[in-house]
């Protein structure tokens, strides 16, 4: 049996951020990985936005992970050179009675720290976007767009700089986990078992499953995983708009809304729709739902600008129905195994998060 300090399973953003942390920290550090890549999980499947930190509950982890990392984000793209832009946000209330919803956010993000949201009348929003057609408006200057392979590409150079190590073709099959210590069995073209003082369990939508299959006191507090797929359609030539475009949020996601790359193209999603397994179909017939929710606040869009793009999934602690879960990061304080760590539902806002939950995660294990 190979013996190791800190094991991260999963080479995300998330996964990467935190092995960034521990290998700074002086730690040894293996990152596992199921793929024969980095990055090719959920992490290369969202909308690439920085967020501001409007939608979440005060107090909770989604929001206050959400603040920090957007800080720590800009700053690190800054300093590392990763490929990012600061375009803002709108949200829109398409018509009067979605105002006071307007009204809620503002309130909410203000309470998050949130401290630059600015209201929009009708004719503000016509002057700074004059295709929109909307009630009113939150505009917010902190939202950004960032290169997330870029992102990850430079997480990974950090841990590796620092000795950490990236074992791609390695997936996690299961293992235990008392207070001995965790010892992980692993798979992949030369199958093995390694123990780790500390091992973090960043496997996304496989993070659930993870969480039984190590078995030990912490796999009674496994969350069941429930999967919403989120699809995207791009837009046939340039858009009108030069800032993020989104509706009032509904329930499961912030609706259908607009994101544009760095290249300037527009793509609008994610939608929700809840399946029993991860699949990343894309069904062109989806397309029509899309343009009514997009006209909603966009009547000019033209038949057949919309085609497939690709698919998302989230990686939901809830079923369908039930309020929006927090980020749970399930400690030793929470299950009593010294060195474990399981992040589990780190869905949106998780991109923005990575390096305040990576932060976090390297000062408990």
Not at 65 to 94: D, F, M, N, Q, T
Not at 147 to 163: P, V
Not at 323 to 342: E, M, T, Y
Request: hydrophobic letters at 45%; one cysteine or more.
């Amino acid at each position: 049996m190979e013996h190791v300090d800190a094991v991260v399973i999963g080479a995300g953003v998330v996964g990467l951020a935190c092995a960034k942390f521990l290998a700074e920290s002086g730690r040894e550090v293996i990152v596992l990985e199921r793929e024969t890549a980095f990055g090719t999980g959920i992490s290369a499947r969202n909308s690439e936005v920085i967020h501001a930190g409007l939608y979440y509950p005060p107090g909770s982890l989604k929001a206050t992970l959400c603040v920090a990392g957007r800080k720590a984000l800009y700053a690190y793209c800054a300093e590392r050179g990763i490929a990012h832009r600061r375009l803002g946000k709108l949200v829109v209330a398409s018509r009067a009675p979605q105002l006071p919803a307007l009204e809620a956010i503002a309130a909410r993000a203000r309470a998050n720290g949130v401290d630059d949201l600015r209201p929009l009348g009708a004719a503000d929003v016509r002057t700074l976007e004059p295709e929109l057609d909307a009630a009113g408006a939150l505009f917010s200057p902190s939202t950004g767009i960032v290169d997330s392979h870029g992102l990850m590409q430079a997480l990974l150079a950090d841990a590796e700089r620092k000795g950490a190590v990236l074992a791609l073709a390695s997936p996690v099959r299961g293992g235990r986990a008392d207070r001995a210590g965790i010892v992980l069995d692993v798979g992949g073209s030369a199958p093995m078992q390694l123990r780790a003082r500390c091992v973090i369990n960043a496997a996304g939508l496989d993070a659930p499953r993870l969480g039984h299959a190590l078995a030990g006191p912490a796999a009674l507090r496994a969350p069941q995983a429930f999967y919403a797929r989120g699809v995207y359609f791009s837009l046939v030539g340039r858009a009108p708009f030069s800032h993020l475009i989104y509706p009032v949020p509904e329930a499961g996601g912030l609706g259908v809304h607009l994101t544009l790359d760095l290249g300037g193209q527009a793509r609008f999603g994610p939608d929700v729709e809840w399946i029993e397994q991860p699949d990343y179909q894309v069904d062109s017939a989806r397309a029509e739902r899309f343009y009514a929710a997009i006209r909603s606040w966009w009547p000019g869009l033209a038949d057949g600008r919309l085609q497939p793009a690709y698919a998302g999934v989230r990686p939901k602690i809830v079923g369908p129905g039930e309020a929006d879960a927090d980020f749970r990061i399930d400690g030793p304080s929470a299950h009593g195994v010294p060195g474990l760590v399981h992040l589990y539902g780190i869905e949106s806002p998780g991109l923005t998060a990575a390096l305040a939950i990576g932060a976090r995660v390297a000062a408990i294990c």
